[in-house]
């Protein structure tokens, strides 16, 4: 989103990376938007500062019930797993 009274910055970039941030760029999301979200989602420094990273997702089940049963299978029969992976890919 550009605002006409916002003070602006003309940045001179090799035509590699400028090309590398068009790909990166959403539909709609402008250059400011994008280098923002990508400054946000730097790594960790240090392991205090990943798990205060996974917070908001505490109490969240990754997987349904029934695919947690699934992977119990998969770990009790792991010849079978590769077998029944395709047969669901399948259906």
């Known amino acids: 989103m550009h605002y006409q009274c916002m003070p602006y910055t003309t940045m001179t970039l090799r035509q590699d990376v400028a090309k590398r941030?068009?790909?990166a760029?959403?539909?709609g999301e402008s250059y400011s938007d994008l280098l923002d979200r990508l400054l946000e989602n730097q790594p960790a420094k240090c392991v205090e500062e990943w798990l205060q990273?996974?917070?908001p997702l505490e109490g969240r089940g990754v997987f349904t019930p029934e695919e947690r049963e699934r992977l119990r299978a998969d770990q009790r029969k792991p010849r079978d797993s590769q077998l029944r992976r395709k047969r669901n890919a399948a259906a």
């Open 21 to 23: 941030l068009r790909t």
């Open 25 to 27: 760029k959403s539909t």
């Open 53 to 55: 990273s996974l917070a």
